[in-house]
């Protein structure tokens, strides 16, 4: 009993000399919360992508009533086939924020209080520092070729785009006071440029996005050559199987072109299209919705 007594006490003081050396706050949450007097900003980083993280300036949290201490952040990569809102085929990668959850348990971005905001967006005092990363694992395999192009948050009704967004190669960062609990990640498919023998840059060779998307039953295909070439568009479902032959190797001139697909002789679903014109080729991804 002496001995547990014995090491009680001396448990109790190096807690207390831990305690006493310890800053209060520290620039790296690793635990996740941020606290609403921190002196120094707090860096909230993605569990499974370290490249992905959103800082907290002091302050950021001053300027309203009711305000709790302390909010818990998290932040998740996604699959994109967890993705259950609507959304377009331009969307290449999806991250899951939790964040507004007080010490008390009160969830004040999933509440009806308003108080900074409103249901999957919250709103700060002052602007975040954002960095999301993305790389071609977080898509289907159709996705790979395409580039970073700007962020999206759902505001619990529609996608919004976020603006004051930079995108210097697989990452996009910016400044916004307000966070959403899904951010999703958007692209365009990678072009290839033409260069004739005088070094003069030609048409590029762009496969748009179908127009309009998600359709029922028709949509229109767009897509530019850089040269005359003899052009293969066939559609895809999710299992890689052809289900529709658009264009038959067919001879086509430099430019845009444009063709009309019927699709009412197959289901609701996503689907892939693909162009072939000589040895380039691109893929893009569209939804049919009956």
């Not at 302050?59 to 809102?85: Q, T």
């Not at 951010?183 to 309009?212: D, H, R």
Request: proline share 4%; charged share 15%; glycine share 6%.
């Amino acid at each position: 009993m002496k001995h547990k007594l014995q090491f009680s006490i001396l448990l109790s003081l190096a807690t207390l000399l831990l305690l006493g050396t310890t800053p209060m706050f520290s620039q790296r949450h690793y635990d996740n919360w941020v606290h609403r007097n921190a002196t120094d900003t707090t860096i909230v980083q993605c569990r499974n992508d370290s490249l992905t993280m959103v800082g907290f300036p002091p302050n950021s949290m001053m300027g309203m009533m009711m305000m709790p201490d302390s909010i818990f952040c998290r932040i998740d990569k996604m699959p994109m086939d967890s993705l259950h809102y609507p959304y377009d085929s331009t969307f290449i990668g999806l991250y899951h924020m939790e964040i507004g959850r007080d010490s008390m348990n009160f969830d004040m971005m999933n509440s009806d209080s308003g108080m900074m905001g409103t249901r999957n967006m919250m709103q700060f005092a002052l602007n975040m520092q954002c960095s999301y990363y993305w790389d071609s694992l977080m898509t289907d395999s159709m996705h790979r070729g395409w580039n970073l192009t700007g962020l999206r948050g759902w505001d619990g009704s529609k996608w919004v785009t976020i603006p004051n967004i930079s995108i210097v190669g697989n990452t996009a960062t910016g400044s916004t006071a307000k966070l959403y609990s899904k951010i999703a990640l958007v692209g365009e498919a990678s072009q290839v440029s033409s260069v004739n023998e005088q070094g003069i840059v030609l048409n590029k060779f762009t496969l748009m996005q179908n127009y309009p998307n998600p359709f029922n039953p028709s949509t229109e295909i767009r897509f530019t050559l850089p040269v005359a070439s003899n052009v293969v568009l066939k559609m895809y479902n999710i299992l890689g199987n052809e289900v529709q032959t658009i264009v038959d190797h067919e001879f086509m001139n430099e430019g845009t072109h444009n063709v009309s697909v019927d699709a009412s002789n197959l289901s609701s679903g996503i689907y892939f299209y693909t162009l072939r014109a000589g040895q380039l080729k691109s893929t893009q991804k569209m939804m049919l919705l009956r």
